[in-house]
Structure formats: C-alpha cells, structure tokens
C-alpha cells in the first residue's frame, strides 16, 4: 500500500491550504481513511475521518474549519483546511485502514507526511 500527501506548505494564520493523498495498492472496497497531525513533543491527534460509507469526523478543535473528502474512483483523499491558526502547525499524515461491519478495522497504514506551518 502507498499513500502520497500533497499541498502542504506555508499559510498565514486565516488562510486556506488543501492536502491530497494518493493512494494504490489497496485492494479493499470498504475503508476508512483518517488525516492525523503530530507536532514534537505532543502526542499525534486524529484531525479528521471518513469512510466508503461517507461518514464523517473532526476533532473539536478543526469542526467548521477542516472537511475532509474521499473520492474513491480516484482513489484520492483531501482536507480542505480553511480559517487556518497558528496551532494547526503539524506534520499531517493520511492513513487507510479497512472497515468492517460498523467499524474501522485491523492496523492503520502511513503516508510519509507533510508539513503544515502557520504563520500568525
């Protein structure tokens, strides 16, 4: 499995960026995918959910301001990021997982991750 995360970069605090990833190699047809974040020093947090079933879940801290997105015939994920802060500064990783009946299941597999700064 390869995931590919692009669009990262540098946004002034209230600005927007969009992160995609890529994936292949996933033969699966039900999954979710997650975006996570991880600054140093801090523990790595699940920014935002989705899978084959359209759900959706955000962190407190990004509802209204993150949406994420999956397109699975093109087999591309997206977190539209907007009203952008300072403290959404992280390295973001997308990761895929397979569903099963009513829940994500077995390990999660990485992106490489990208970096997201925010200047204030």
């Known amino acids: 499995v390869r995931l590919e995360e692009t669009g990262g970069g540098v946004a002034q605090a209230g600005g927007s960026l969009k992160l995609s990833c890529e994936f292949s190699?996933?033969?699966?047809?039900?999954?979710?995918m997650q975006w996570f974040r991880k600054v140093p020093g801090k523990d790595r947090e699940g920014v935002a959910r989705?899978?084959?079933?359209?759900?959706?879940s955000y962190m407190d801290s990004v509802k209204g301001r993150f949406s994420i997105s999956l397109d699975s015939d093109k087999r591309t994920l997206e977190l539209q990021m907007n009203n952008l802060r300072p403290e959404d500064t992280a390295t973001y990783t997308c990761?895929?997982?397979?569903?099963?009946?009513?829940?994500?299941?077995?390990?999660?597999?990485w992106g490489q991750g990208i970096p997201v700064t925010v200047s204030a």
């Open positions: 989705t899978d084959t079933t359209g759900k959706t």
């Open positions: 190699g996933w033969s699966q047809s039900s999954y979710c």
């Open positions: 990761a895929i997982k397979a569903r099963g009946p009513g829940a994500c299941t077995g390990p999660w597999f």
